[in-house]
Nanobody, 129 residues
Framework: EVKLEQTGGGSVQAGESLRLSCQTS????????MGWFRQAYGKESEGVAC????????YYLDSVKGRFTISRDNSRHAIYLQMDSLQPEDTAMYYC??????????????????????WGQGTQVTVST
């Protein structure tokens, strides 16, 4: 059974930082590009960041470039999202996900939910002014 278990998140003030973690099990982790999505209340889901299988290639949503950093540790089968300089518009439910292996070992851009096979349970990030 494949599991993606998320930790981290919470409520912070604007300008502060948070780190999300996603621990996986049950899949050949280093064969999968991994990504983070978010969905704000009343809005569609958007792809925030993605990392290739070896972490050498990353992609970021324009609005988070320079503030968010995606990383992975293949030895621990985990990915992370370091979020700095958080803003109220970053408030959303965040999800980690594994991209379908049908697309190879690099991120398929643009990031769309249909291209991702396995999902974490989600974690809320709330940023207040």
């Amino acid at each position: 059974e494949v599991k993606l278990e998320q930790t981290g998140g919470g409520s912070v003030q604007a300008g502060e930082s948070l780190r999300l973690s996603c621990q996986t099990s049950g899949l050949s982790f280093d064969e999968y590009p991994m990504g983070w999505f978010r969905q704000a209340y009343g809005k569609e889901s958007e792809g925030v960041a993605c990392t290739s299988w070896n972490g050498r290639t990353t992609y970021y949503l324009d609005s988070v470039k320079g503030r968010f950093t995606i990383s992975r540790d293949n030895s621990r089968h985990a990915i992370y999202l370091q979020m700095d300089s958080l803003q109220p518009e970053d408030t959303a439910m965040y999800y980690c996900a594994a991209q379908s292996r049908s697309y190879g070992n690099k991120c398929l851009i643009p990031l769309t939910t249909d291209d991702f096979t396995y999902w974490g349970q989600g974690t809320q990030v709330t940023v207040s002014t």
